[in-house]
């Protein structure tokens, strides 16, 4: 979209959805300006034309957008505070590139698709997480959530911060703070079902997405908008090969079938097979741009794209979780101790199905406990809060930071991929600001994780979801599917171009793949990723790396004389 102003011509391109619209239309137009349509991108453009920069803390939304100041000639981008909708750039000599997606610079003859020993170290050591920033290939970095960058063409770059979370002392006693956020989670969802499309939910049966979805049908039928439409997702004979974990305690399916008889929807089960989500595991890996989730990523995609044949928005519960302190790791005291990313596990077991030459480029713990520094580095702490209190504002910090951003980069590239619309309430940063300063004795009020929350949604959500324990996206307990997956690490191993080959220690693949450990539920990345996924990320490495043609910038085979 292009506005002129005297002789300075503006144009925007912008990815996102702004939930305050009305309220700048309003401001703006009281300031002068006059809109010829009804679109956020314009009320967006004239933003940025009336205040610069410090539109920024106005905006309540998801976005990454730039601004080309054709009188200034200069460039100017933001992403969201949170970092729900992505932004990658590069400097390729007097190119200053930048788009929502990777493949979108690969595109681009300037842009290789290298790897450093960095690079591999994110893939293998933090995958399928990313340190913040960080773009993976060489030379691409991902612009930070709360930051914006100023671009002129004499190729000054330079990264700012505008939004980050501040820690004060927490004034409010335990009833005010329920009913604030009450009120905060009301207006977010609110706010986030306008739009001029079909709306539905994806539902559950947990506290945050029940939440959204009640929240979502009252207003519904006050504004005469007919009945919800919700959706969830299970998988083939799940009822039959469930298996009960600490991290899993019980299957979706009754408790979303109950949520949406006692809220009054109109429900929609998305049953998926194992066939089919083995064989959209490298469509995952093309709408991520790398390894990623594994089935959990393909479920999510295929999922969206039979929602998609009915809405084109969807409110989702992402966020939750790490905002109010629903994890295990948050409550048992041998993860929430130690010295490390509670959701990276197991990271020896991982390391043997990797050559020792692999493994000498990664210098995997190295390089973990460095990325778990930084981050603790970056802390903003509060003065006089006891032992545990700060500890907790640290994994608070680490789940916000670090943790939420995979489970966002997933949620928003799947459904992306197939034109559906996700939006996430839980993600409004006037929820989160507040939140993030309730200490903990209150979040974890009674020895329950997410107390405050469920107070917060008592008399609104059913009263048997509202006691239900935390259970998290679903995945499919079926022997076909590990099945399937081992056959895909079998056939990569038989072929000598694969190029994963390169990287693993063949006859430890060929071991696991063919042991039972393979079958184990225990994760080893998050609360989903168990031996299955590790074979299915495996062949989502070699995919990747087959498919987007990554070379590498240093030499394995150099590495290995120098290990002898």
């Known amino acids: 979209m292009i506005r002129k102003v005297g002789k300075s011509s503006y144009i925007i391109i912008y990815n996102g959805e702004l939930y305050n619209t009305p309220e700048l239309r309003k401001e703006l137009e009281q300031r002068g300006h006059t809109f010829s349509g009804h679109s956020d991108t314009e009320v967006l453009l004239a933003s940025y034309i009336e205040w610069g920069k410090d539109c920024l803390p106005r905006l309540n939304g998801i976005f990454a957008f730039a601004v080309w100041d054709d009188l200034r000639q200069r460039l100017f981008l933001a992403r969201d505070r949170l970092g729900v909708k992505p932004l990658f750039y590069t400097q390729r000599g007097s190119s200053f590139l930048f788009a929502s997606e990777l493949k979108a610079l690969l595109a681009n003859p300037l842009v290789k698709p290298v790897l450093d020993a960095e690079g591999l170290a994110e893939v293998f050591v933090m995958g399928p997480s990313r340190t913040p920033g960080h773009g ?60 001029d499309v079909p709306v539905a939910t994806f539902l559950s049966g947990g506290v945050d997405s029940t939440a959204l979805t009640a929240i ?128 990276i596990r197991n990271i020896d077991a991982r390391m043997k199905l990797l050559s020792p030459e692999t493994v000498f480029v990664l210098r995997p713990h190295e390089y973990l406990r460095e990325r778990y520094q930084q981050a603790l580095w970056e802390v903003p702490r509060l003065m006089g809060e006891d032992a545990l209190e700060a500890r907790m504002r640290e994994m608070f910090y680490l789940n916000i930071t670090r943790f939420m951003p995979t489970l966002l980069d997933r949620k928003d590239r799947m459904s992306m991929a197939v034109g559906l619309e996700a939006r996430v309430p839980f993600c ?100 989903l990723m168990g031996g299955p996924q590790l074979l299915a990320f495996l062949t989502q490495v070699n995919s990747w790396l087959r498919d987007y043609k990554v070379s590498f910038d240093f030499d394995i085979s150099r590495q290995k004389k120098m290990t002898v």
């Open 136 to 195: 993976i290939f060489k030379g691409v970095s991902e612009l930070k959530p709360g930051c914006f960058i100023h671009a002129d063409k004499r190729g000054v770059v330079q990264e700012k911060r505008y939004w980050s979370l501040e820690s004060r002392a927490h004034e409010d006693d335990l009833e005010t703070t329920i009913a604030k956020v009450r009120h905060l989670v009301e207006d977010s969802v609110k706010r986030q079902l306008v739009a």
């Open 428 to 527: 409004d940063h006037r929820l989160v600001e507040y939140v993030w300063n309730i200490p903990w004795s209150m979040k974890y009020y009674g020895g329950r994780e997410k107390a405050v929350l469920r107070l917060a949604l008592n008399g609104l959500v059913p009263e048997e979801v509202l006691n239900r324990k935390k259970s998290p996206y679903p995945k499919t307990h079926h022997p076909a599917y590990l099945a399937a997956v081992r056959e895909r690490v079998l056939s990569i191993l038989a072929d000598s171009e694969a190029p994963l080959n390169r990287l693993i220690d063949y006859e430890a693949v060929r071991a696991f793949a063919a042991s039972e450990e393979a079958a184990v539920k225990f994760p080893w990345f998050g609360q």
């Open 216 to 343: 979502a049908a009252s207003a519904f039928a006050l504004d005469g908008r007919g009945t919800l439409h919700t959706y969830s997702i299970d998988y083939a004979e799940n009822d039959r090969y469930f298996q009960q974990s600490l991290f899993q305690p019980n299957a979706d399916a009754p408790w979303a079938k109950l949520a949406s008889e006692k809220i009054g929807t109109i429900h929609h089960g998305i049953l998926i097979d194992s066939a089919e989500l083995a064989a959209a595991l490298s469509d995952a890996v093309k709408a991520r741009d790398l390894p990623g989730m594994a089935d959990v990523d393909s479920s999510l995609l295929l999922f969206c794209r039979e929602v998609k044949k009915d809405v084109t928005v969807v409110l989702s519960g992402e966020c939750a979780d790490e905002v109010f302190g629903g994890y295990p790791w948050f409550t048992h005291r041998e993860e929430y101790t130690a010295e490390t990313f509670p959701w």
